[in-house]
């Protein structure tokens, strides 16, 4: 049963870098909640109730967190990270089997692959959510990250699963251009 301690939305509003203004603000924004992490301390061979947390999660999260964009969403990722008495395994099974279909139905689609990071830490650990275009895993001007954290998360049995969003890529991307 998913039990959800709390949760945070971020919404990071990117205007200038280095002195230059971007041509329109780029928005990224995270959705990230604290759950129970039922299998903390012990080994498990099924890990469905981990798999079925990170769908119902994508569920209640994804659609509100499109909405904080100024535009359609282009990129996409998630993460997680696993509280000490967890292992790594417990975060993948959050974001991987069935967090994609309700990330996808989101933003409209996605043939890509939805970039992820998971680790394991202690509370206030901060993450790097890769973030790509989400139908092409080679659009070099989408490649970036958004980096996370919750001061008092995760406690030793819990996990931070991660849903991230953006309306562009990176501000003033030049490195998906041909050299001359």
Known sequence: MLHIRKSLTLQ??????MGHSADRPVVRAAAMAVISNPFAGRYVDDLTELFEAGRALGEQFMADLAR??????????KGAIV?????????GACIHPM??????????GGKAVIPSNVKVA????????PLSHKDDSCSFDHFDTMTVSIADAPKPDEIIVIMALADGGRLHSRCGQTPR
Not at 12 to 17: I, N, P, Q
Not at 99 to 108: D, E, F, T
Not at 122 to 128: E, F, H, T, Y
């Open 68 to 77: 904080l964009l100024s535009q359609d969403p282009v990129s996409y990722g």
């Open 122 to 129: 202690g509370c206030g650990a901060s993450l790097d959510v």
């Open 99 to 108: 967090l994609g279909k309700p990330m996808r139905s989101a933003v409209g």
């Open 12 to 17: 990071e509003r990117l205007v200038s870098d």
């Open 83 to 91: 509280g000490l008495n967890g292992e790594f395994e417990h975060g």
